[in-house]
């Protein structure tokens, strides 16, 4: 499947406890129609969340669904899941974001579950005119995330600005964040960040973040709080030590996930 990735690759490697950011984005079924087809996770969660088109998902444990526009999943792989993310369309545009969240070493064996979000139950937030956001995970305004439950208390926001309006929210200081522009450009302080970028956010309690130019800009602030672990990796597998990893494998191949 064809792909953007802005963390997890050479360049960025880690930002603890996030493990991966990709974006996928196409109106060519050649270019997504192949889906991810049964694969392995242990160790850690995945994170979907559609802007366009519809994935189907089912995995070794009975469990299925169908994510659509607008709609998430938070999957715990815990101890071990096999599943696969296969496109429901073979037209049209598929557009959404993976993201991987690394769990603590006290949770990575814990029992694998599914959080599915309907679209209708991801709560929409006016925050001012022109300011709206999709609250996926975290508080905002005397309201909680669809998600919930998770080790690394995260906020997930997709955030709509109209031109010339601002962001302007607390962030927990104890958490790492940073903010993914899929459409416009956002004004951090000096700093630009286009349609593609990622920027890492620096210490500090507040996010303000504006809209530049006449179209406005849509952007997604992921924040959580850092593990501060030894992590070991390798393809979908992430645990504390290589001898874990070994492991894992072990474990995989004799079908005992």
């Given at each position: 499947?064809?792909?953007?990735?802005?963390?997890?690759?050479?360049?960025?490697?880690?930002?603890?406890?996030?493990?991966?950011?990709?974006?996928?984005?196409?109106?060519?079924?050649?270019?997504?129609?192949?889906?991810?087809?049964?694969?392995?996770?242990?160790?850690?969660?995945?994170?979907?969340?559609?802007?366009?088109?519809?994935?189907?998902?089912?995995?070794?444990?009975?469990?299925?669904?169908?994510?659509?526009?607008?709609?998430?999943?938070?999957?715990?792989?815990?101890?071990?899941?096999?599943?696969?993310?296969?496109?429901?369309?073979?037209?049209?545009?598929?557009?959404?974001?993976?993201?991987?969240?690394?769990?603590?070493?006290?949770?990575?064996?814990?029992?694998?579950?599914?959080?599915?979000?309907?679209?209708e139950d991801i709560p929409e937030i006016d925050l001012a005119d022109g300011v709206r956001v999709r609250l996926v995970a975290g508080d905002l305004a005397?309201?909680?995330?669809?998600?919930?439950?998770?080790?690394?208390?995260?906020?997930?926001?997709?955030?709509?600005?109209?031109?010339?309006?601002?962001?302007?929210?607390?962030?927990?200081?104890?958490?790492?964040?940073?903010?993914?522009?899929?459409?416009?450009?956002?004004?951090?302080?000096?700093?630009?960040?286009?349609?593609?970028?990622?920027?890492?956010?620096?210490?500090?309690?507040?996010?303000?973040?504006?809209?530049?130019?006449?179209?406005?800009?849509?952007?997604?602030?992921?924040?959580?709080?850092?593990?501060?672990?030894?992590?070991?990796?390798?393809?979908?597998?992430?645990?504390?030590?290589?001898?874990?990893?070994?492991?894992?494998?072990?474990?995989?191949?004799?079908?005992?996930?």
């Amino acid at each position: 499947m064809r792909l953007k990735r802005s963390l997890g690759g050479p360049e960025l490697q880690l930002f603890d406890p996030f493990l991966l950011l990709d974006e996928f984005r196409s109106d060519d079924a050649g270019d997504y129609i192949a889906g991810f087809p049964d694969h392995p996770h242990r160790g850690f969660e995945t994170v979907t969340y559609m802007l366009a088109g519809r994935m189907g998902h089912k995995d070794n444990q009975g469990n299925s669904g169908l994510l659509k526009p607008g709609g998430a999943q938070w999957m715990t792989a815990g101890r071990g899941i096999v599943h696969s993310e296969m496109p429901e369309q073979e037209d049209g545009l598929m557009w959404g974001f993976q993201l991987w969240v690394n769990l603590p070493a006290a949770e990575k064996m814990r029992a694998p579950r599914y959080q599915d979000i309907e679209p209708e139950d991801i709560p929409e937030i006016d925050l001012a005119d022109g300011v709206r956001v999709r609250l996926v995970a975290g508080d905002l305004a005397g309201q909680t995330g669809a998600v919930r439950d998770i080790a690394v208390n995260p906020i997930y926001w997709d955030v709509h600005l109209e031109a010339g309006r601002t962001l302007d929210e607390a962030l927990p200081t104890a958490h790492n964040a940073f903010i993914y522009v899929y459409d416009g450009t956002v004004t951090l302080a000096e700093t630009r960040v286009q349609t593609g970028e990622m920027a890492l956010l620096s210490d500090g309690d507040r996010l303000a973040a504006s809209a530049a130019g006449e179209s406005g800009a849509r952007f997604l602030v992921i924040a959580g709080q850092p593990i501060r672990e030894q992590v070991a990796r390798y393809g979908p597998f992430v645990m504390n030590t290589r001898e874990e990893i070994m492991q894992a494998f072990q474990d995989y191949q004799a079908g005992r996930f």
